[in-house]
């Protein structure tokens, strides 16, 4: 069974850090290029970072090109998110899965809460 678990979520300041984790399951996981993608309240889903399936290409959205960075370890089949100079528009669930196409089920996401 496909899993896609994500977590590291949670209330931080304006300016603040966090570091978000997806563990991956029941696929192999180096075969496929990774996503972020975030849900804010009231709106669709919005693409936030990819990476392809060796970990040396990156590419980002404008909204937080310069302020995250997406990677991935292969032996431990997690993707990573580090989110730093968060604002109160990065407010939202954060879910990975496959890119460019989704192609699992998602998984539960992660609340971020940028607030002061």
């Known amino acids: 069974e496909v899993q896609l678990e994500e977590s590291g979520g949670g209330l931080v300041q304006p300016g603040g850090s966090l570091r978000l984790s997806c563990a991956a399951s029941?696929?192999?996981?180096?075969?496929?290029?990774m996503s972020w993608v975030r849900q804010a309240p009231g709106k669709g889903l919005e693409w936030v970072a990819a990476?392809?399936?060796?970990?040396?290409?990156?590419t980002y959205g404008n909204s937080v090109k310069g302020r995250f960075t997406i990677s991935r370890d292969n032996a431990k089949n997690t993707v990573v998110l580090q989110m730093n100079s968060l604002k109160p528009e990065d407010t939202a669930v954060y879910y990975c899965?496959?890119?460019?196409?989704?192609?699992?089920?998602w998984g539960q996401g992660t609340q971020v809460t940028v607030s002061s």
């Open positions: 990476i392809n399936t060796g970990g040396g290409v990156t």
């Open positions: 029941g696929f192999t996981f180096s075969n496929y290029a």
């Open positions: 899965n496959t890119w460019p196409g989704v192609r699992f089920t």
